[in-house]
């Protein structure tokens, strides 16, 4: 167990045994060495599989929708985690009064797909010592950098620590550099609209409708998603390259001024489509136009949400551009 | 040049367009390549709404409000500035040229522009060509990927 | 019948089937495995411990497919003809085509046959590949099956190193074999040792005595619960399930079309009717269903297990739902318990 670990599990002890909380989302980790699981403690005794690491994959803000708003949550809260839940909490999705965020300072998730790229099938176990992983398979042992083992959208992450915790365990990191995502839009702009299209195509047309960007995701809580409904159906429904498309480009759009850019999204796809290159534009356009940051408080509405007279537009009036 | 007609999906706010003429010439003489959806107000035009006609393969959409400070229901067209806008600029970034998609303030005094601006979107979509860059609803290949 | 192929000329042999079916392998694109078809130079995976991301279901069941077209003016319909050329789909693991075994007896029943089904598997020659290293994910022999299962394999490969054992079990198989030497008593005794030595890298993952009485009997268990915590409803564990069948049948009225689509007993709109009664309201009855199904109610029809131990939902579930803890967690889970609910 790790020094982290304790103090998570003894802040987790204190909230139950206190009760303080009805709840503790946080992981645990069973036999699956890649794979914590999210989890639910509403016990102290249950503590003791308590896990935390750098392959806890999950936002656990997608989990607060399920709950109804009387329920006092305590929930490990990384950076993005807790500006999703400052969004939800735009979004009157939960009380702030009923929630402990018990913040943890980021180092990046793994990626657990370039650790198995990286030392094959049949890992045992992954050891984390600061800036190096240790990873052991049923023949061998690596040793990686973190670095080259983060996932892309936690390499561009640009607040690695909670903002607004209740409890900050761990040492706070340096925040990131925000020309990273920048950069990377950018070099999509600059390519032409052909090669773009085809970029996206390439990465839509892979799609296998299974949703798991949708689930993964703590904005998307909807009741009934756009490509549920039936009457009027507004997508096809099955793996054509329209119904693909339409998915792709919806479901970012949704996520306008609400996205946090945690790529949860993406590290569940289970066919490695990209898809934050889509939401990061739509989130460098909310900061551009509208010096928006999603999550950043608790009270700031998206611009979609909000209106004003004098907005730039590109709509014509007595034809010129205004 | 393309010879083939243009085709043109207009969602037309049912409050912008203040004379009668106007109005009638739209409900009634519109070009057959232009395909009329009216909404209560452009705030009702969702970005799926767009994103349908191209798909259903429009090579350009208009869509035409009321004036910022002249909405019916006071600012639905605010809304639909900020979201629109927006949502062609996504288009763009995809690949569906952002000329593709138009949109039109009308004011009282605008008698025939409506017809003007139709004239015009359309010359601009036919330098375009026909749109390609999003695929239409068309039906899927048989049996799936591998056949 | 037994033949001994040796490495360096398996990419003549696809050349030459390349030349009377359309032959599919194992290639990386993506950065995974995916079967895609043979072309002069491309690159075999046939080495990796795991198989091929999507299942090979769709060769079979297509995600999704028009089944007809109409024309409402004219009250007319039309079933466009189904147009399958042979195939060969070359390196299918075990698991895989023991998969295709347990869906013949849903869609090749000899009462009710599904045409689709029918005309493409007859027209789908199987060689499978054995697995030497099995991954951590599988656990093929704790449902029933091996390594080397051969199940509705047309021909099975054993890879001895230099060449590959071939032990043929059909006619049509053992056609495209039928040119190379015969193997030799050494190679048969080879191919034997190393189908234990991976047999037994496996280790049990859970045991199977008694397991449908017990879980029918905890199906009100609080358990379900439990699991439906972290379970995010995705469709991640069915459509990449080689098992997986379940399917929704839609007119895309836009195109005039209807279409059969897979569908997953995980969303929720699945088991949604139109009165807006769901049945399955929650995560639970969702994840239950799943479980359900692939240890109890295909015993029912099939007298089999549902699952072939290939492992995708575990290396693939977002929320790290291992089926095989699933199940062990359920065994150890006391009858009684139900009754307290």
Redesign the interface.
Known sequence: MTELETKIRAEAERLLSESLVDVVIAFRQ???PL??????FTRAEELESLAYNGLC??NLA??LTRYPQETRIGMVVRGCENRSVNALLVEKQHTRENLVLIGVPCEGILDW?RIV?LT?????SVEEKGESVCVHT?ENTFALSRVELLHPSCQRCLHPNPISADVLLGDPKPEGDPHLMRLRIAE??ALT??????W?KHEAE?C?????C???CPMCYCTEC?V?HTEP??????????GM??WH??R??HQ?GRCTSCGACE??C???IQMTY?TD??NL?MID?YQFEVGMDTTTQP??AT???D?K??????GKRS | MSTTPMKIALFQCRWCLYSPEDQAWVDNDLPKNIHLVKVPCTGRID??FI??AV?GGADGVMVS?C???KCHFK?GN??A???L?????????????QDRV????L?LQ?RGRIQQ?LAAFERTLETLGQAQ??????P?AMG?AHD | MTYRLPKKDLDQTLRGWANQAEVFVPQKR???AQFLPWEAGAELLLD???NT??PPKDFFLP??ETLLTYNRKLSQLEMPALQISPRIIFGIRPCDARAVALLDTVFATADNPDPYWQARREQTILIGVGCN?P??TCFCTSVGSSPFDHAVLDVLLTDLGEAYFVEAFTERGEALFANLASADANDAEQADKIKQQASALLEPAFTTDNLKDHLDQIFDSSLWNEFA??C?????CT??CPTCFCF?I?D???RDER?R?WD?CM???YSLEASGHNPRPSRAERTRQRLMHKFSYWLEHADQFGCTGCGRC?R???????I??MIRKAAATPSEVMHAN
């Not at chain 1, 537009?313 to 007595?318: M, P, S």
């Not at chain 2, 806008?85 to 040229?97: N, R």
Request: proline share 6%.
């Open positions: 069973e036999d699956a794979h914590p699981q999210p989890a639910f994959a999950n997608n989990y797909r790229a094959g099938e049949n890992v045992f049923r999509l702009e609209p052909a090669e773009r299209n085809a996206f892979r296998i409708r299974c949703y798991a949708r689930e993964a756009f549920d159906r507004w997508t096809d429904s099955g793996v054509t390259p329209a498309q339409a480009i919806i970012a759009f306008s590290r569940a289970p066919m490695d889509l534009k739509l356009d136009a611009p979609f209106l004003t007279l907005d537009n590109r709509f014509i009036t007595q | 970005p799926l994103l349908n798909q409000g004036l910022p400070e600012e605010l809304a500035r900020r979201q806008a927006e949502f062609s600029q996504f288009l763009d970034y995809i690949g569906y040229a138009r949109f039109v303030w004011d605008d601006e860059a999003l695929a239409t609803r068309a899927i799936g | 993506e950065g995974y990796e411990p795991h991301r999507f995600q999704s290293q991954a951590t915590q972290s995010l409803g995705c469709g991640i459509f990449l929704d839609v895309e009225a836009q279409v689509n997953t969303f929720r709109v575990v693939y579930c977002p929320v790290g739902l291992d095989r803890a």
